[in-house]
């Protein structure tokens, strides 16, 4: 079947630091894979999508390479602001499935 | 703005009240999705919607009805609720679910419901 394991939370970082967020999936055949974000109070976001291996998405200086030999799609920031503190999901969407699968969620703080 | 808008954003209801939340999209999708978020759980997949017609209805109890009129409107009927649905309920649109696509959906900022 699908699903998607996320690194669990919640991570506490200071502004300027390195941030690393795992997520790795199962899933059959060739599936799209997505991070989003959620800022509080609000719904959630695309951040950035891959759809085929060693695609590598980004924004907002976010990455995520899409590893298919590691089934992994880990969000990178090389300097996180306060700005970015948010939950984060990782997602995958699969052609014949009904639905986006998605990982639980990873709340990120950022400090000054 | 994302395109999904999500009515009202915030509704206190009792246990015995009937209510609507309403989700409009103007992207032209023809798929769309209610989500359940609760506190400290995943997200959670109600209802999926493909071309008007109910393709998944993740095992939701009867106390939530959905209804999609057309393509771009899509509502949850609210009765007889439980404190534990209090939640933030989502509303997202896709080009379109199952084979025909694998593309992301787009997220409505969602309806905090609280039922006391």
């Known amino acids: 079947g699908n699903s998607v394991t996320q690194m669990e939370g919640p991570v506490t970082l200071s502004e300027e630091a390195f941030l690393t967020i795992n997520c790795t999936y199962t899933a059959t055949g060739y599936p799209s894979l997505f991070w989003y974000v959620q800022y509080p109070g609000e719904g959630l976001q695309l951040l950035l999508k891959?759809?085929?291996?060693?695609d590598k998405g980004s924004n907002k200086g976010f990455e995520a390479t899409y590893r298919k030999e590691t089934t992994s799609f880990h969000l990178e920031k090389g300097s996180v602001q306060v700005s970015d503190s948010a939950v984060y999901f990782c997602a995958l969407s699969q052609t014949g499935a009904n639905n986006l699968f998605f990982g639980t969620g990873t709340r990120l703080t950022v400090i000054p | 703005e994302t395109g999904v808008t999500q009515t009202p954003r915030h509704l206190v209801m009792g246990m015995t009240n009937k209510k609507s939340l309403k989700c409009e999209q103007h992207l032209g999708h023809n798929a769309m999705y209610w989500y359940k978020q609760s506190a400290k759980k995943p997200l959670e997949l109600m209802f999926v919607y493909n071309f008007k017609e109910q393709t998944e209805n993740n095992s939701v109890p009867s106390r939530f009805s959905p209804e999609c009129p057309n393509s771009s409107h899509l509502f949850l009927h609210l009765h007889t609720l439980q404190p534990e649905d209090s939640a933030l309920y989502l509303c997202a649109s896709s080009p379109a679910a199952g084979e025909r696509s694998n593309t992301e959906a787009f997220f409505g900022q969602g309806t905090r419901l609280t039922v006391v």
């Open positions: 891959a759809t085929k291996a060693d």
